[in-house]
Structure formats: C-alpha cells, structure tokens
C-alpha cells in the first residue's frame, strides 16, 4: 500500500522539557502507515522557513516520507504549546496560529500534484487541514480516509458536506456515549462510507465495515505521553486494511503501535531543543 498524507504539520512545544517534536494529524499518519509497513509514504502540505520547519524536514527525510511535492513559504511553521498532566495525557494550551504561515494559506492542488497523487493508492487527510475543497475531486482518483478528531470539530451538517466523498471515517470518541457512536456511525454509513472507526482512549475502540461492528481493546501500556496515538492507531490500521481487508488483524497491529507511541515522548520521536 502507498499513502499520501496531505495536510497539516506541526512542532509540539512541551513547555515542561523545553523540547520541540515534530507533528501533526497528516504528517503523523504518514509516518505511522511507513513504520507499520507501507510501501511508501509521502506528505505533502505547507510548510515554513523558521528552525521549526526545518527540524520536521529533517525528521520526513530520517523516516523516508517523501516530501517532494511539499509548499515552502516565508515565516513561522506550525507550533502547538503542550504539557502533560500526571496520567501522561497531553493537553494543549495554546498554538501560534494566528501568526504560522500554514494557516494564513490555503492549499490548492496544481495538475503536477494531482499526477504525483496518483502514484499513490490512498489518501489521507483531516478535520486540521484545511482542504474541504479539494475533496470532491480527489475522491474521483482515489479512496480518502479522514480523520473528523473530536465531536467539538464537526458536526452534522459538516458530515454531509464531507462523508460521501470518502471510504475511511475516524472520530476521537472518548467523550461519547456507545449510544452516541451507534448513531454516529449509521448516520456515516449511510452517507456512504464504508469504514467508521471510534478511537476511545483507554475504552475498546468500536469500527464498523460496512455495518459489521468490530472492537478492539487497549493492549497493556506504561503510559509516558499519548501524543499522537491516535494518529499512530489511524495509520496502522490504514497500513494493515487497505489491501489485506482484514480487519480484527489491522485493529490489533493498530493498538500495538497505538502502545509504541504511549511509550516515548512526542507523536513520533525527535525531541531537539527549540
């Protein structure tokens, strides 16, 4: 399987350690789907000149994410401010967005892009990137996974916008009842996706195939930090499902590498100072 990841990148500054690490919905899929092994893997987004941006190349480079297609601009990259709290939960308390120059830009996909796009054989993209519009026209060359992250992101009418033009819809669940996620996931199907998946936290997560429900518990961990296991969960699953269509062994290397991430600081390693 090869996966474009088009989107969104970030540091995460943890205020506590002084220490920036690379991130971001998009870019941490990518990595993830590479590590739990895709073929190849590439990211394509905008991206800035400061040391910020220039740490998260180099770390692309370190894990063979291609990046070649991706957009340099002038100015600060991405920055999102975290700490963690006793359990190793992170929470974020602030970013620079106002100021990044990813954010004060819209992606928009030239036919070089869209060439290059169709060497791969799925895409993956998120609530965090910015790129509603380009969607409609990408699902007509190949299958989109999308990641919707928690219910304060989205809500019905911006599921109707986006659902039928993807194959893969993921939600931060934690927050939701079972009854809750029931709904959410007919109401998905119904729009035309054929995978939902509900990410839970420390709770099973609950995917549906096409109707067909499916749970996979949380395998055991030392919790350092849960930066980026739900990304690192999104992009193995993708990695082991895609072709194999076997889905109680992608849930399970899912959760493997969900643990992997729990283990080390960061979605994906690379801690520098900033």
Known sequence: MRLIAIGDNVVDYYQDQDMMYPGGNALNVAVSAKRNGAKCCAYLGIIGDDAAAKHVINCMQLEGIDASRIRHTYGPNGEAVVTLNEEGDRIFVGTNRGIRMPSLLQLRLTDDDLSYIDRYDLIHTSVNSDIEHELQRLSLRLPIAFDFSTKKRWDEAYLRQLCPY????????????????????????????????????????????????????????QILDTMGAGDSFIGAFLAAYHDSGNMKAALYQAACSAVTTCEHYGAFGYGRKK
């Open 166 to 221: 993807l194959t893969y819809a993921f939600f931060s669940g934690s927050d939701m009842s079972v009854d809750e996620i029931k709904e959410l996931t007919a109401l998905v199907h119904d729009l035309g996706v054929k995978v939902v998946g509900v990410t839970r936290g420390s709770e099973a997560a609950r995917f549906s195939e096409a109707g067909v429900l499916y749970e996979q518990e949380p395998l055991p961990v």
